[in-house]
């Protein structure tokens, strides 16, 4: 019985060192095949960036500016860009200049740096005004305020400049066949511009204070008077004089609930078509009834003294 024991134990030892040495040879192959890819990688990133470097460093200045306009057809714009830029030296003045100087323009675009693509198209503009890529530019670099406009919540400097720029444009081109997308361009900004402003007056009410919010919903009203939401607008300029009416004391109420009345007038005469008259109606008659009440208690009071 203990020598049965014995054999099975040894066949056992046996079995188990076999399969530790095929795991062990495994994993020294997939070992080594992973670092000679990963070698491999390396040396191939090596070679292009070293490749790129010993371009750049040429100076050769015709092969540099092969090379570029090659990386800008490849749509390498980083690397084109750089090498346009480090002949701006030696090819001033040559004829391939205005063309070069574009195309740093499309590079720094391509690459979303619209902010460096507006500097090099406004100053092409100024170094080329005769060119025929003059007018391109002078649009380009309107679009590229437009392309950063930020969200609506954050400042809208770039989103005016846009709207200035397009504008200033379509006056200088009447007749470009830009003009129509520089109008377009100017509605959506418009349109951004007026969204900003209602959040403003909408947090103001949303925070209760009703007198600021009637003031910035006025103040939509008139910077837009066009606006499909103008009559809109104005019925929240009526609801926030009536919550601030309502939530004065009642000395002042009398004077405030007459304001909603003015404007609830104003919306009448302006808004003749408006599917929002009944319930402006509504708020009219609601703050005829509270100031006929509040007359009515001010006489009692009167008598009582």
Do not use: W
């Not at 346009?84 to 391509?110: N, Q, T, V, W």
């Not at 361009?185 to 103001?204: G, H, Q, T, V």
């Amino acid at each position: 019985m203990r020598r049965i024991l014995l054999i099975l134990s040894v066949s056992l030892l046996l079995v188990s060192c076999s399969r530790l040495k095929k795991i062990s040879l495994f994993s020294k192959k997939n070992k080594t095949g992973d670092t000679e890819k990963t070698a491999n990688t390396k040396t191939h990133h090596t070679k292009k960036s070293s490749s790129f470097a010993a371009v750049y460093k040429s100076k050769d200045v015709e092969f540099k500016y092969q090379m570029a306009e090659q990386f800008y057809a490849k749509k390498r714009y980083n690397n084109a860009q750089e090498l346009f830029e480090s002949l701006i030296p030696s090819l001033k003045g040559d004829a391939r200049y205005e063309d070069m100087y574009y195309k740093i323009g499309y590079c720094y675009y391509y690459e979303k740096d619209y902010a460096n693509a507006e500097n090099i198209f406004k100053t092409f503009t100024e170094y080329f005004p005769t060119s025929s890529k003059s007018e391109e530019c002078e649009y380009m670099r309107a679009y590229c305020f437009y392309k950063q406009s930020p969200k609506v919540e954050l400042d809208q400097t770039a989103t005016n400049k846009a709207m200035n720029l397009m504008q200033a444009f379509i006056n200088t081109h009447p007749t470009s066949p830009r003009s129509k997308d520089a109008s377009d361009i100017m509605d959506k900004c418009r349109e951004k511009l007026e969204l900003k402003e209602y959040k403003s007056a909408e947090l103001y009410y949303n925070l209760g204070y009703y007198k600021a919010s009637a003031i910035a919903f006025g103040t939509v009203s008139e910077n837009f008077p066009d606006s499909k939401r103008a009559d809109e607008y104005k019925l929240e300029v009526i609801k926030a004089y009536f919550k601030y009416a309502d939530a004065s004391i009642e000395d002042k109420q009398p004077e405030r609930y007459q304001k909603v009345l003015s404007e609830c007038s104003d919306f009448l005469e302006r808004f003749t078509d408006s599917k929002l008259i009944n319930e402006v109606k509504q708020y009219k008659t609601q703050t005829t009834n509270i100031l006929n009440k509040l007359k009515n208690e001010q006489a009692k009071k009167t008598s009582q003294q």
